[in-house]
């Protein structure tokens, strides 16, 4: 038996992007789950972590639904009672996402 110590690294570690706090409703969709409505809490340009009100499985294809943005496809990456995590099938347009971020306040318009 040995001992061994650690610390907490950063939770954004292993993201490609910073992630935006938001507070969006979109609509969600799922091959086998009817059309349902779920809350963005946080978004950048590969994914987004979602509460939703219907429970995700790791692994689900799904459809949100994002203003400014239109429909993205994403895979569930994890999935915990009524929230989940998510990578989008292509980055979304960095130049979108911004107006989206200052159409939520987090930058401020030139």
Not at 4 to 23: C, G, H, K
Not at 72 to 101: K, S
Request: charged content about 25%.
């Amino acid at each position: 038996m040995f001992a061994a110590e650690f610390e907490p690294a950063p939770s954004d570690i292993r993201r490609r992007a910073q992630r935006a706090p938001v507070s969006l409703d979109s609509p969600l969709n799922s091959g086998g789950l009817a059309r349902a409505l779920c809350k963005v809490i946080d978004l950048s340009i590969h994914g987004a972590k979602l509460n939703t009100y219907s429970a995700l499985r790791k692994g689900m294809a799904i459809w949100l639904t994002l203003p400014e943005i239109g429909r993205v496809g994403a895979d569930v990456m994890w999935a915990d009672d009524f929230a989940a995590g998510c990578r989008f099938h292509a980055p979304l347009d960095p130049t979108i996402f911004e107006q989206l971020l200052k159409r939520e306040g987090h930058i401020a318009a030139h």
